[in-house]
């Protein structure tokens, strides 16, 4: 499957922007799938993920109430509505996708990623 990120762009603190991940060459369906983000001199990190069928999600503490991860999955989209963006915000965010493994969302390893898009919060 391929992933295509987008949505990303230059916001003030406070706002909000809706990234998007279009899958390709697969039906997004059979795949969990996550958003992760890597901030500047920073390590990669996990942001939220989906199940399969969108009906469980799970976050990182630091997004929670703020972020929403949702799916369509007849469009082969998965989407991060982020709200109340600020400063520690700032990241490229990444898309990725693991067949469904009905196991735990906390412990899903991905093995498919998109590319990032980029995401910048003013001040």
């Known amino acids: 499957v391929q992933l295509q990120a987008s949505g990303g762009g230059l916001v003030q603190a406070g706002g909000s922007l809706r990234l998007s991940c279009a899958a390709s060459?697969?039906?997004?369906?059979?795949?969990?799938m996550a958003w992760f983000r890597r901030a500047p001199g920073k390590e990669r990190e996990f942001v939220a993920s989906s199940s399969w069928s969108g009906r469980s999600t799970f976050y990182t503490d630091s997004v929670k109430g703020r972020f929403t991860i949702s799916r369509d999955n007849a469009k082969n989209t998965l989407y991060l509505q982020m709200n109340s963006l600020n400063s520690v915000d700032t990241a490229v965010y990444y898309c990725?996708?693991?067949?469904?493994?009905?196991?735990?969302?906390?412990?899903?390893?991905?093995?498919?990623w998109g590319q990032g898009t980029q995401v910048t919060v003013s001040s």
């Open positions: 990725a996708a693991s067949m469904a493994s009905y196991k735990p969302l906390s412990t899903v390893q991905y093995d498919y």
């Open positions: 060459g697969g039906t997004s369906s059979s795949y969990d």
